[in-house]
């Protein structure tokens, strides 16, 4: 009689721990150059999203300058 062939599921493929640094060439011309910048980046635009997309703004081109950097009401 013939072995059973062994089995391997996939629990999850929402538990990726497996990291890729990209080369260093590539990151020096990113715009963001690292995991940190970014988590940096991350930090300030939750704790202070007017300074966050002002700054973002202030890289684009505009006709006339905006008057607000946000308007929200709650719904």
């Known amino acids: 009689m013939a072995e059973p062939a062994v089995q ?3 629990d999850s493929t929402l538990d990726e721990q497996r990291s890729f640094d990209p080369p260093a060439e590539f990151s020096q ?3 963001i150059k690292s995991l940190a910048e970014y988590e940096a ?3 300030e635009s939750v704790e202070q ?3 966050f997309w002002a700054r973002a ?3 684009l081109h505009w006709f006339k300058k905006w008057d607000k950097v946000l308007e929200w009401n709650a719904p």
Do not use: C, T
Request: glycine fraction near 0%; aromatic fraction near 6%.
């Open 8 to 10: 391997v599921h996939i």
């Open 29 to 31: 011309k990113a715009q």
């Open 41 to 43: 980046l991350y930090k």
């Open 49 to 51: 999203p007017e300074k």
């Open 57 to 59: 703004a202030e890289e």
